[in-house]
């Protein structure tokens, strides 16, 4: 899929000698744009590895409160977006529309899922405390300068009260995790990596899902086909990056204790 | 340079850039890289005004010591922030890329436009868009962190209006990206034929090397920034040392980028020296090679020494030594560039026209700049100088000595290809020596304060420090006459101006040999180019 032919179809753009020449230089810039994205990422995974090393036993601790199944199921999810996706991409270069079409509808449709799931993450989350340093204090005047230490955390309230802890669904071993957590100085750290990177992962996952819907209606309207098929390649190689970047945030927090 | 066949001898005015479409939709929605660079220019300059009455009101309130300050010692720090976040991310940084390179680049190249044109119109309003977030913390939440957002105030004590000054300067960042981005692939994809990786003008060697830069630290940056949010709004204690964090990682990211951004500033400011040096000097530049790789070796170096803004932070002394001689080196490609300009000069015919004015003006206070940058990174003189006036004055010598000047020259001297017309060369010497005399007077004696130990960010200051800053007040008001007597030059070369040929310089790049102004697609057939850059003699 290295070159295109110029057909009657499609002109162009005027400062490009053909279309060939035109390929060539959008590649080139969305390599360039991907670079910097997962730069933006490497930041943010070099300051993991230097808390990492300073708080092993947090990180541990930490990782072991997440739920390593939903997030296995979400890399799955993923994985078969990015095989939709590259599904669409030769499909769109063969000029079969409806089927590319279909193939980006279900690489939407992970994507949504992919969601869902991280909303029952996170929601549950919020409900037992394991939450970014300023939410997890039970008296918010903490957060806003009082000396932490003196303050309680959420998830030490829900510990000591049995109702909450079965109306949140929090089982037996799920409450030895919480506690070996919580018996950790400096805890919340991990949470607001784990926050931090999801978060930002999640925005991504959202703005690509935009970013298909946008060559989906292409596709549809037959913008895009086999003389010109740059923007479907070019958010294909972003929703592959976005996928990658899961790849590593997945055993990164869930599994690596 | 052989191209010349596309010059259109007959009436420029006929057809150009300028008046291809007419009104201001035409304008705000124009993919052609001329208008957006001269939109750039408009935005930069009203910034540059307004960055500059913070600075007249922090010069006017260090006029005078101790009781009746013109400013609350709260507002000072106000002022103090948004002079500097306005002056570095919205007027140095975008202004010669973005501006000059916007408009120089693709015709130099001998191209018809820019590799991505909607991408350069979007990064524009994306500056935009992060400059008004950047100016909102202004109305709602007034910000006295400093420039540099130092945590753990910018993130455990002072107010929110952070987060927007933050979130500005992020996605400002993301608009220098996609410029960057652009001009790389441009200058790799669309150069005219014949117009080799060993042609291109060194302004684009400056541009290209820029480019890398903001394409590799930017991000780095970009995280820094939500992270800070990310503090702010939840609290994650990264920077935090109350929750585990560490600010001096703050620190250590912040550089990292902002080191390398030192070089974003500068780099393109010595790509358009480069031009003016050969172009009024009528002599091929000297050492072509020697002069474009050392960009490129500048932007490598320039990510290995962040270290040295943290002598006095707490690093290990290792560290420090490390950083200290690795700083040291990037004398050496920057030495390179002086030695080949002043080389040129010698011998050539040199002629004194308000650009190559601001040309030597660059070069007489990037020296001194650069000189004290060195003094800086040795860790022992840098103990005694860290966060005083003496860093003031340094990083005032090479920014606005250097990148400033380089930017009125560069205006100067495209100007007539941006306008047709040519500005009035008194003006811009009456401009020149004000601006050129007015700096010396006011950062000079900040090396002096510095050194006897007055601090930076103080909103007053001992009684023996009186005098030298009264004199840099003085100075202060200089510059501003000079940069107004700049802005009426232009406004008047705009309006009234004669009309300029298409090549009033004698100059050799490509970008000399269309019409002034340039057409639509900027020449009317493709340049066919068949030696260097700088063939005089
Ligand atoms: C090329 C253009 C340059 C620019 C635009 C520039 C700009 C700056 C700025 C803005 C600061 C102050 C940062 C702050 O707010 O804390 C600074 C500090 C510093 N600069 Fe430069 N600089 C340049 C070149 C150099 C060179 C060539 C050297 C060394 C050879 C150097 C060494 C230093 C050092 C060591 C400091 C830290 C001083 C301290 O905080 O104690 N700089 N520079
Ligand atoms: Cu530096």
Redesign the pocket.
């Known amino acids: 899929m290295t070159s295109v032919s110029s057909s009657s179809e499609f002109h162009h753009q005027h400062h490009f000698k053909s279309a060939d020449h035109q390929y060539a230089s959008s590649k080139q810039g969305i390599w360039l744009f991907l670079c910097t994205e997962i730069l933006m990422f490497g930041g943010l995974f070099v300051g993991y590895l230097i808390y990492h090393s300073l708080y092993p036993t947090v990180f541990k601790n930490g990782s072991e409160t997440l739920d390593w199944k939903m997030g296995a199921v979400n890399t799955v999810v993923l994985l078969i977006s990015s095989f939709t996706m590259a599904a669409a991409i030769n499909y769109v270069q063969r000029g079969l529309h409806k089927i590319a079409a279909i193939m980006l509808a279900l690489t939407i449709a992970c994507a949504g899922a992919f969601m869902v799931i991280k909303y029952f993450e996170y929601s549950h989350k919020f409900h037992v405390g394991t939450v970014p340093g300023k939410f997890s204090l039970v008296d918010p005047s903490c957060a806003a300068g009082g000396k932490r230490a003196e303050c309680e955390s959420k998830i030490s309230a829900l510990l000591k009260n049995p109702a909450e802890l079965e109306k949140n669904h929090v089982s037996a071993e799920e409450v030895t995790r919480l506690k070996a957590v919580i018996s950790q100085p400096k805890w919340e750290m991990f949470y607001g990596f784990y926050f931090v990177m999801t978060g930002l992962h999640g925005v991504h996952v959202v703005a690509g899902a935009f970013l298909i819907f946008w060559v989906f209606i292409k596709t549809l309207r037959r913008k895009v086909g086999p003389e010109y098929y740059t923007p479907v390649e070019g958010v294909g190689l972003f929703w592959h990056v976005v996928d990658l970047v899961w790849i590593y945030l997945f055993p990164l927090l869930y599994l690596v204790g | 340079m052989s191209s010349a066949q596309t010059k259109t001898e007959h009436g420029h005015t006929d057809h150009n850039y300028l008046n291809h479409g007419s009104g201001i939709w035409s304008w705000m929605t124009t993919l052609d890289h001329k208008r957006i660079g001269l939109m750039y220019f408009a935005t930069v300059s009203t910034l540059f005004l307004i960055g500059g009455f913070f600075a007249l009101g922090i010069r006017l309130h260090l006029a005078k010591f101790g009781a009746t300050p013109l400013l609350e010692p709260d507002t000072y720090n106000k002022f103090m922030t948004f002079h500097g976040a306005i002056m570095v991310f919205m007027v140095i940084i975008p202004g010669i890329p973005a501006f000059l390179g916007n408009f120089v680049l693709p015709i130099q190249l001998g191209a018809k436009d820019v590799a991505f044109p909607r991408l350069n119109l979007a990064s524009y309003y994306i500056f935009i868009a992060g400059a008004a977030i950047a100016a909102s913390s202004m109305i709602f939440n007034q910000v006295d962190t400093g ?2 957002f130092y945590t753990p105030y910018s993130t455990a004590k002072t107010s929110n209006g952070v987060i927007l000054l933050v979130l500005g300067a992020f996605t400002m960042g993301f608009s220098s990206i996609l410029t960057g981005l652009n001009f790389i692939v441009t200058t790799h994809k669309l150069r005219a034929p014949g117009m080799t990786m060993d042609r291109i003008p060194l302004m684009i060697w400056a541009l290209y090397s820029t480019s890398i830069i903001q394409i590799l630290a930017t991000p780095i940056l970009a995280i820094t920034l939500l992270l800070i949010g990310a503090e702010k709004t939840l609290g994650v204690g990264i920077f935090d040392p109350d929750l585990g964090g560490d600010p001096v990682l703050f620190q250590h990211f912040f550089w990292f980028y902002s080191h390398p951004a ?2 974003i ?2 780099l393109p400011a010595m790509g358009v020296i480069s031009e003016l040096i050969t172009a009024f000097s009528k002599k091929t530049i000297f050492g072509y090679r020697a002069i474009a790789y050392s960009s490129v070796a500048i932007a490598a170096v320039s990510f290995l020494v962040w270290g ?2 943290m ?2 932070s707490g690093q290990s002394t290792l560290a420090g030594l490390v950083f200290s001689i690795i ?2 080196f ?2 050496v490609p ?1 030495a390179i560039k002086l030695f080949n300009w002043i080389s040129t000069m010698y011998r050539g015919t040199v002629t004194f026209e308000a650009p190559m004015l601001f040309a030597l003006g660059f070069m007489f206070l990037f020296t001194i ?2 000189l004290t ?2 003094f ?2 040795s860790t022992g003189m ?1 103990v005694h ?3 005083t006036y003496f ?1 003031v004055a ?2 005032h010598y ?2 606005v000595g ?2 400033l000047m380089a930017l009125m020259g560069g205006i100067f001297y495209w100007f007539p290809k941006m306008f047709g017309k040519m500005t009035s060369d008194l003006g811009g010497r009456i401009s020149w020596v004000l601006i050129f005399t007015g700096f010396n007077v006011t950062f000079f004696p900040q090396f002096v304060l510095g050194a006897m130990g007055m601090p930076r960010r103080y909103f007053d200051y001992l009684p023996e420090y009186t005098n030298l800053n009264q004199i840099s007040t003085v100075g202060s008001w200089l510059i501003g006459l000079g940069f107004l007597v700049g802005l009426i030059t232009i406004i008047h070369g705009i309006l009234k101006g004669e009309k300029a040929s298409d090549n009033p310089w004698g100059a050799k790049t490509l970008e000399w040999q269309t019409s002034s102004p340039p057409p639509h697609e900027n020449f009317t057939t493709t340049p066919t180019v068949t030696a260097g850059p700088y063939d005089f003699r």
């Open positions: 420039w540099t030192v070089y500033m500068i040295h803004h002598f006095v700083t040291m990037v004398g920057t700049g650069g940058g060195v800086l990174a840098d100088f860290h966060d860093v340094h990083f090479v920014m250097g990148t």
